[in-house]
């Protein structure tokens, strides 16, 4: 490492120092932010947030075209067009391939037609009260499974909130709020239809042990109903009855609910403990033990997440 | 029947209801009570540990008023109980190490979203470990994306959403890809639990009825957690996600959510599929392959970076192909070893990253090496974490990198001659990669100060400390004790069969 060489810079002993002390020689024109970072203070949030200035990002965009822009990165790029096309086609081909040895549909020697489903089938009514056959496999035998299945719809509208909800407290300028009108055929047509459509829903989810349906199914009908509400009578008149506190407190009661009213269950049938809920007569609407009470709060949680999806694409509004 | 079977079961509807209830906290309320939670956590799954080593027999439990095939049931053995005590001590260091940057990063409405996120992660995490049917593990895989997701893009700006949207998208191939395996599995064999279907495999191979389907199977299977695990080929997604988000969420990525998988997919291949058929299907050499380039492309590409959390994200792709390779031996050596390998780049890759997380807030928060000089002088003890953690991927005695690497080697032995040389010839050469590029992030933080700069000394945070301590103990502890803890791996697997 003769530092005595005119070009001892473009050496790679010289070079393989710089990169071990990390001197190593970066183009300014990759790095943009290399000269901003000179004054040693503590960084404000706000300051931290605008780290990434425009101009950087404009310099950015045009080293990147630049860079797609060159001969070798166009063949590249069509090379990778044709082969993701080839893979697809692979990967359904050799799909396809495989359906054709597995079991034929609707053959009673399946292997999935087995003491599994037999048990569902002749014992679901004694054992969990449940008329409707399904919900009783999804709210009874297999209620941890449903217990996941809520969470999934609970984090993915955190998850949604997360990316769209209003940072700032004050509210937006008039001119980005997109105006309401009213309409009177939407208004009239909503004046029927919405209490037909929110007591439709509440059969679905109530009826749900005895009859096709349940929670998911109703929840959606009724959130289905106050999004048309809010169509027709705007957002401020709907904020008096449905607000984001009524949605958090909803949300937040039916999950307790059904993760406490779970737990009880689950932990009395891991300890051999006779459980307190009674079954009650099969095809009664108060029967089949929890199943009835879990739907509700399944229907009202599907109902909130649905109506909160739609007001959250209006913005400044959660 | 004993009331300590219960703490599994607590464990994880403790955090999923915890998750609820955050959701009307303010942020500050909910950051400790999460805190709180994961700390109840470990300290179940660590009273689940003993009592499970106790009795020395793993025990199913119902999950509800019906037996296995019909309910839901999960399942307590030695090998569970110790990776979720492991998986939940790290996870409770690295959010209380990056709850100051949590704190700056996030914005004010969304902390306490944060916090669901990062409980629902430990459910779904406990889930998928103790999990004894398919189909749950799969609705956990769901909860365990959304919330990784969650995690990458709660950091407001644009190189999060990007990153996000990446992780979001291979993610979800990953998923696609195992939802079509269960679905074949399921109708290949007609049931969802672990044990009855590697019955009914064993039955359906000693026949010789649909074995094609069943190879398609396990290759979707494994192909699909590949995916989210960020083996070699499929890693584009990581350097992004693992650099640009907040500490605690690139914590979290890289050591539990992608080790999360890893364990999910020795389950599968013990429990669900049966070793001698995974030995037959030949689908470890596929693993081993990758494996091996993964360890020699992600050293290569750590070097060339000049970003000290992309190099660390780098170095993990090279971890994770140590992880596979040690699965494609097909030993049971190999599978300690790797299982080994999970705790040990767990507790050393979580804290390099709050480590470099502490120097980069002492040198104006950048995160390029030529600003980082000098840094851990003005912040001494995240120099000397962020040492002990390379310290620990170089394989330095004492540390818990080092045991994984010799159990490697050990392992490698006992191996056919071409996978011997191979192994050999790749772990050189890779700890010398690594040491090239980890030696040079620690020269470059231990420069002098500039003159300017004197003076500047930081005032350390006490959750950063405390965080700090328990990774180094974990880390001590992992490479001193490093034999009970072998014992206990091989007894676990023992007690998959």
Not at chain 2, 132 to 150: H, Q, R, W
Not at chain 2, 220 to 230: F, M
Not at chain 2, 414 to 419: F, L
Request: aromatic share 12%; glycine share 8%; with cysteine.
């Amino acid at each position: 490492m003769s530092k005595l060489k005119e070009n001892y810079k473009d050496s790679f002993s010289q070079k393989f120092s710089d990169f071990m002390t990390g001197d190593l020689e970066v183009p300014d024109e990759v790095h943009p932010r290399k000269k901003q970072a000179k004054n040693n203070k503590v960084i404000q949030a706000d300051e931290f947030f605008s780290e990434f200035t425009d101009a950087d990002d404009i310099k950015r965009r045009e080293l990147y075209q630049a860079f797609r822009n060159r001969k070798f990165m166009e063949w590249i790029n069509r090379a990778y067009n044709i082969i993701s096309v080839v893979v697809a086609i692979t990967i359904i081909c050799v799909l396809l391939f495989t359906v054709s040895f597995l079991p034929a549909f609707g053959d009673k020697d399946n292997p999935a037609n087995n003491e599994v489903s037999e048990r569902y089938i002749e014992d679901g009514l004694d054992e969990t009260g449940a008329v409707n056959i399904v919900a009783g496999m999804i709210l009874d035998y297999r209620a941890f499974d449903t217990f996941g299945e809520s969470n999934v719809l609970f984090i993915a509208c955190c998850c949604v909130l997360i990316l769209l909800r209003n940072d700032d407290d004050e509210p937006l300028p008039d001119e980005d709020v997109v105006d309401f009108r009213r309409d009177i055929i939407l208004e009239k047509a909503a004046k029927f239809l919405v209490p037909v459509i929110l007591v439709f829903g509440i059969y679905v989810v109530l009826n749900g042990h005895l009859s096709p349906g349940g929670g998911f199914s109703g929840g959606a009908i009724m959130g289905a109903a106050l999004i048309l509400f809010a169509c027709a009578y705007g957002f401020e008149r709907m904020e008096r009855i449905f607000s984001y506190k009524t949605f958090r407190r909803i949300t937040f009661g039916a999950l307790l609910f059904y993760g406490l009213a779970k737990s009880y269950s689950f932990f009395t049938g891991a300890n051999h403990i006779e459980s307190i809920i009674p079954l009650g007569t099969p095809g009664a609407i108060l029967s089949s033990g929890l199943i009835l009470y879990l739907n509700i709060c399944v229907g009202l949680v599907v109902a909130c997440t649905m109506y909160g999806f739609y007001t959250l694409f209006k913005r400044g509004r959660i | 029947m004993d009331f300590l079977r219960n703490m599994p079961f607590f464990c994880i509807i403790l955090s999923m209801v915890s998750a609820v209830i955050i959701s009307i906290m303010s942020d500050r309320v909910a950051r400790v009570f999460s805190l709180c939670v994961i700390g109840a956590v470990s300290v179940m799954s660590a009273i689940t540990f003993f009592y499970v080593a106790g009795v020395d027999q793993s025990y199913t439990y119902y999950m509800g008023h019906f037996p296995a095939p019909w309910g839901n049931e999960i399942r307590v053995g030695i090998l569970e109980a110790l990776t979720a005590t492991i998986f939940s001590i790290v996870m409770f260091a690295s959010v209380l190490g990056g709850m100051k940057r949590v704190f700056i990063d996030v914005a004010p409405k969304k902390r306490n979203l944060y916090y669901i996120m990062v409980d629902l992660l430990l459910a779904a995490l406990l889930a998928m470990i103790y999990t004894n049917d398919l189909f749950t593990g799969y609705v956990f895989i769901e909860i365990m994306t959304i919330s990784a997701c969650a995690l990458i893009m709660s950091r407001d700006n644009g190189h999060c959403l990007v990153s996000a949207m990446k992780y979001m998208i291979m993610s979800l191939i990953g998923s696609g890809l195992i939802l079509f395996g269960l679905s074949m599995l399921y109708d290949l064999t007609g049931h969802l639990l672990m044990s009855n279907i590697k019955e009914v495999i064993a039955y359906n191979v000693a026949n010789g009825r649909y074995e094609l389907p069943l190879t398609i199977t396990i290759g979707l299977l494994c192909v699909g957690i590949a995916i989210k695990s960020a083996l070699f080929p499929f890693h584009s997604w990581l350097p992004d996600a693992y650099g640009y988000s907040t500490a605690t969420s690139s914590a979290l990525l890289s050591s539990l959510i992608s080790k999360g998988y890893i364990f999910l997919l020795i389950k599968i291949m013990y429990r669900v599929i049966g070793m001698d058929v995974i030995v037959s299907t030949k689908i470890g050499n596929v693993f081993f392959v990758f494996g091996v380039i993964g360890m020699i492309a992600g050293s290569v590409r750590a070097i060339a970076q000049t970003d000290v959390r992309r190099m660390i994200a780098y170095s993990s792709v090279a971890q994770i192909g140590y992880i596979y390779m040690g699965m494609g031996l097909g030993t049971e050596l190999g599978m300690m070893a790797a299982i080994f390998h999970i705790f040990a780049h767990a507790s050393a890759k979580s804290m390099m990253f709050i480590a470099a997380d502490g120097l980069s807030y002492v040198s104006n928060d950048s995160k390029e090496f030529r600003d980082l000089s000098g840094s851990a002088i003005k912040n001494p003890i995240a120099g000397a974490t962020f040492t002990v953690g390379a310290c620990s991927m170089i394989g330095i005695p004492m540390l818990a990198g080092f045991i994984s690497k010799v159990c490697f080697a050990d392992a490698a032995i006992n191996a056919p001659t071409v996978k011997l040389v191979i192994v050999m010839l790749a772990l050189a050469f890779s700890t010398l990669l690594n040491a090239v590029y980890f030696m040079r992030a620690i020269i470059s933080i231990y420069r002098p100060v500039r003159d300017e700069d004197k003076g500047v000394m930081h005032k350390a945070n006490p959750l950063f400390i405390v965080a700090c301590i328990i990774f180094v103990a974990l880390n001590v502890f992992l490479g001193t004790h490093a034999q009970p803890i072998i014992d206990f791996i091989f007894e676990g697997i023992d007690m998959f069969a």
